[in-house]
């Protein structure tokens, strides 16, 4: 059903390789571009969390360790409990 080459760039985790990288550019775009509309520390974490699932994704798919895996998980967690905790708290 799906070409070898979709199967090969999802199979060992380029995709998610290519999803950091569109992080990445998204990242610099909202600093160059809304750096005076935009919450960066907010939009940091937000993009912090993302990227930790990424990482998990990618290390997972390309044959990591467990504990390798688990360590981007809680990256993952540190950054998106942070995230929720700024949202939750915030004096307005």
């Known amino acids: 059903m799906w070409p070898d080459w979709v199967i090969a760039f999802v199979g060992d985790g380029r995709i998610a390789l290519l999803a950091l990288a569109v992080i990445a550019v998204e990242a610099l775009a909202i600093i160059v ?3 005076h509309r935009a919450r960066i520390g907010s939009l940091a974490l937000t993009m912090a969390s993302g990227a930790g699932l990424l990482g998990a994704l ?3 798919l390309s044959g990591a360790s467990a504990g390798t895996i688990a ?3 809680i990256l993952a ?4 409990a942070s995230d929720m905790g700024t949202r939750l708290f915030r004096s307005r």
């Open 33 to 35: 571009f809304l750096r």
């Open 71 to 73: 360590i981007w998980l």
């Open 77 to 80: 967690l540190i950054a998106h």
């Open 58 to 60: 990618y290390a997972a």
